[in-house]
């Protein structure tokens, strides 16, 4: 799928999207997948706050307006996240490909090696931190989302934790490959702060959801 200059999922049909994802071929896998139920997440959050703006019984109009804003922004990111972890994959599977028939040849392998297992780890711990952040809106939107559309905000709020706990698995993956020690400490690190942030707010979400319902 490509759109303009520069390779992209958002171009084509959802259709062959889910066809691409059930192929044999390795992309798009767990994270790039991840990340566009990640968007679609914070999507369903936007839509509830765009309905319930433009009501005449709107709950802090203005608040809801900075918090759509803020939520486009990071579905943007979002977007770009589900492609960069195709970029991080091919970037690594073509250092993998590289010549080692020399010692020249095999440290110049290593340190591709290095850099493309940095960047495939880089890329999912940077959508997860933008999951986070979407968790984090769609736990502020509760209280300014309108009755009838409410459960869009909590269907957001399981898709945007499920995308989590699904890139998560990516940096699980890719975190023995890093031969920086201390990079691998600090990214281990960030990982768990990650999903035990999100696992939170995900669960105050959720249960704030179910007890507007249950009024």
């Not at 690594?92 to 591709?112: I, N």
Request: some cysteine.
């Amino acid at each position: 799928m490509s759109g303009g200059s520069e390779e992209t999922l958002w171009s084509g049909s959802l259709a062959d999207f889910c066809e691409a994802t059930a192929s044999g071929a390795p992309t798009p896998g767990g994270g790039s997948v991840a990340g566009v139920c990640g968007t679609l997440g914070m999507g369903l959050v936007i839509m509830a706050l765009e309905i319930s703006v433009k009501r005449k019984d709107a709950v802090e109009p203005e608040r809801t307006k900075g918090l759509i804003e803020k939520g486009r922004g990071v579905m943007k990111e979002l977007r770009g996240d589900a492609d960069a972890d195709v970029r991080a994959f091919r970037a690594y599977m073509a250092a993998l490909k590289l010549p080692k028939e020399t010692e020249e040849e095999k440290q110049a392998r290593r340190e591709a090696m290095e850099g493309a297992s940095r960047g495939a780890t880089e890329a999912p711990l940077l959508a997860a931190r933008h999951m986070v952040e979407g968790l984090r809106l769609a736990d502020a939107a509760v209280s300014l989302t309108h009755a009838h559309v409410l459960s869009d905000v909590g269907a957001g709020a399981g898709l945007m934790e499920g995308a989590l706990k699904a890139v998560l698995f990516n940096v699980d993956v890719n975190l023995p490959s890093l031969g920086d020690l201390e990079l691998r400490r600090a990214m281990g690190e960030e990982r768990a702060g990650l999903a035990r942030e999100g696992g939170e707010v995900a669960a105050m979400v959720l249960g704030k959801v179910a007890e507007r319902f249950a009024r």
